[in-house]
Nanobody, 127 residues
Framework: QVHLVESGGGLVQAGGSLRLSCAAS????????MGWFRQAPGKEREFVAA????????FYTDSVKGRFTISRDNAKSTVQLQMNSLKPEDTAVYYC????????????????????WGQGTQVTVSS
């Protein structure tokens, strides 16, 4: 079992930055692919970014490419999402998720591949 706790959300003006962090319990963190998803009010949850268990493969949804960066620290069992040039349409609850399989590439963007989820952290971008 893996317990995920997100932090770092908040209110920011358009063009600003936020850094989300996800802390994971459990010894197997270094073997999990990790992803970030988001859900805006009235919309379905969508993929944002993912990183492979080695950190060597990263995958982003098109709308955040060049603005968001995902990284991980296996020694600390954490994964981060650096969000720059934020836009009002980035407003959502952001969720951290863990995939027990050593998934890589575009398959990391498939929500059903993820086994564990955090409770989410709210990100609000004002115009």
């Amino acid at each position: 079992q893996v317990h995920l706790v997100e932090s770092g959300g908040g209110l920011v003006q358009a063009g600003g930055s936020l850094r989300l962090s996800c802390a994971a319990s459990g010894r197997a963190f270094s073997s999990y692919a990790m992803g970030w998803f988001r859900q805006a009010p009235g919309k379905e949850r969508e993929f944002v970014a993912a990183i492979s268990w080695t950190g060597g493969s990263r995958f982003y949804t098109d709308s955040v490419k060049g603005r968001f960066t995902i990284s991980r620290d296996n020694a600390k069992s954490t994964v981060q999402l650096q969000m720059n040039s934020l836009k009002p349409e980035d407003t959502a609850v952001y969720y951290c998720a863990a995939d027990r399989q050593k998934t890589t590439g575009q398959a990391m963007g498939v929500m059903n591949n993820y086994d564990y989820w955090g409770q989410g952290t709210q990100v609000t971008v004002s115009s």
